[in-house]
């Protein structure tokens, strides 16, 4: 997916724009109308576009890597608690069709394996797996998963950024936050914004703009929760011919459909 | 190989990045009442969550796509019928398959076994006492799958599961001397006091 230049609007300058993201800048100006600060009007810098497009031309770079994300997530419960539970997805894959996805949680760990033609889901703490047809490129699988069996994978922008055939509609608004650090690494941070969702990316100076860092913050509920995750790449993993098939370990049991509807108790 | 007649079924969504179970640290320091008027903090039902991809791929862009798909994602609550099922008009309403080893109630619905009967079902979560053990979740999703995979509709509900809101579209029904509810495809047994009385689906009445 590319954003074209032609959407950003950009009628304010990108300074402007910058000035009115700081704080501090607001308390500092001059005499000014007694209306506060209007808020940074909705437009796509054409500096952030450009960095979404970098980073997906680094996504699509990658054909066999693996990515482990670090992540706190956050759930509004009733009364109003906003609670973080942990969670570390590793996305091992290899282009167009295979991949294994495992996400592990404070209270679940699941498995994912896809070859192509075939997704196995396995339950790792009950022991028991299932496994159903399905086909089509990683990203296709991923919204397909989510549209079929309710199955939401963690991350899919990684892969409709990254995948040529998938259909990213731009964000509404967008521009760069500024410099940052993820130990000795140089990164620029973004924020974007599209209905129901906000988004900030850290993405590597240099020539691969893979993103270290992102939040994803859920506008469309008032206690905005967010999903927040650190990533780690491998460029270079150790693929073995069975990476993508699960091997059933001893006690596994495959759930055939058939007993998966069994007489009562 | 049976036809596989795929219904969307995004029920909640099975949200693999999200607890699986109520958060409910506070609430394993035992149920100590003592703060007054109003109680103790405890993580109840979720009401929201973070998302975890800021774009999800939109429905049914894809090559072969299943036509006549249905999108049931509001399908699949217990004790929350889906509206538009009329059950005076249910034409499988008495065709219970009786089958050893089956468990489809009225044609087109499956009914799951969770894992015991202590816990509580709401709109695609099941809450159980064992707040470490995602064991139902994972059974949910079976269950899904298996009522897709067998062409069924909706997945009607999780024996055992109970809910305090009074399911849609109940009819009493006798049956072997005991009471039930029959709303729209599956079999309730009422308990609790009348003030806040708990409805537990429970298997067809043999």
Redesign the interface.
């Known amino acids: 997916m590319t954003i074209p230049k032609s959407a950003a609007l950009a009628q304010v300058a990108t300074a402007a724009l910058l000035l009115l993201a700081l704080p501090a800048a607001a308390q500092t100006a001059p005499a000014a109308p007694a209306a506060p600060a209007a808020a940074p009007a909705d437009v796509l810098d054409p500096d952030a576009a450009d960095a979404l497009n970098r980073m997906g031309a680094a996504l699509r770079a990658l054909n066999t890597f693996e990515v482990r994300s670090d992540a706190t997530v956050e759930t509004v419960y009733e009364g109003n608690h906003k609670l973080q539970s942990l969670s570390r997805t590793t996305y091992t894959v290899q282009r167009p069709d295979k991949m294994v996805v495992d996400i592990k949680g404070d209270t679940t760990h699941r498995r994912f394996y896809y070859d192509g033609k075939t997704m196995t889901v396995v339950g790792m703490k009950i022991g028991k797996y299932v496994k159903f047809p399905v086909s089509g490129t990683i990203a296709e699988v991923l919204g397909r998963a989510y549209d079929e069996f309710g199955i939401d994978f963690p991350l899919q922008d990684l892969f409709r950024w990254g995948d040529p055939s998938s259909t990213v509609v731009p964000p509404v608004a967008g521009f760069r936050v500024g410099d940052a650090m993820i130990g000795d690494t140089k990164l620029s941070q973004y924020f974007f914004r599209q209905p129901g969702v906000d988004f900030q990316v850290w993405l590597e100076d240099g020539t691969q703009a893979l993103p270290r860092k992102m939040v994803i913050t859920n506008t469309d509920e008032p206690a905005q929760p967010q999903y927040v995750a650190y990533f780690t790449w491998n460029q270079a993993p150790t693929i073995s011919a069975d990476t993508f098939t699960f091997t059933p370990r001893a006690g596994d049991q495959l759930v055939d459909f058939g007993t998966a509807k069994q007489t009562v108790k | 190989m049976r036809n596989?007649k795929?219904?969307?079924?995004?029920?909640?969504?099975?949200?693999?990045?999200?607890?699986?179970?109520?958060?409910d640290?506070q609430n394993r320091s035992g149920d100590k009442g003592s703060h007054g008027g109003g109680g103790h903090?405890?993580?109840?039902?979720?009401?929201?969550?973070?998302?975890?991809?800021?774009?999800?791929?939109?429905?049914?862009?894809?090559?072969?796509?299943r036509g006549g798909?249905v999108?049931n994602k509001n399908a699949y609550k217990a004790g929350q019928a889906s509206s538009n099922r009329n059950p005076g008009n249910n034409p499988n309403r008495n065709n219970v398959n009786r089958k050893?080893?089956?468990?489809?109630v009225a044609g087109n619905t499956?009914v799951?076994?969770g894992n015991g009967g202590r816990g509580y079902y709401d709109n695609?979560r099941y809450y159980d006492g064992h707040?470490?053990?995602?064991?139902n979740?994972?059974?949910e999703?079976?269950?899904?799958?298996?009522a897709?995979?067998?062409g069924a509709s909706v997945v009607a509900a999780v024996?055992g599961s109970s809910t305090n809101q009074k399911p849609d579209g109940c009819q009493p029904v006798n049956a072997n001397g005991t009471s039930y509810m029959y709303c729209n495809g599956t079999y309730y047994q009422q308990s609790g006091p009348t003030s806040q009385p708990t409805y537990t689906v429970v298997?067809p009445p043999q």
């Open positions: 596989l795929i219904m969307a079924l995004a029920l909640g969504a099975f949200a693999l990045a999200m607890p699986s179970m109520p958060a640290a903090a405890k993580a109840g039902k979720p009401t929201g969550h973070a998302k975890t991809s800021a774009n999800r791929a939109p429905a049914g862009n894809y090559a072969g796509n798909g999108s050893g080893g089956n468990n489809v499956v799951v076994n695609g707040y470490d053990d995602d064991d979740d994972f059974l999703f079976v269950g899904k799958t298996a897709i995979t067998a024996i298997a």
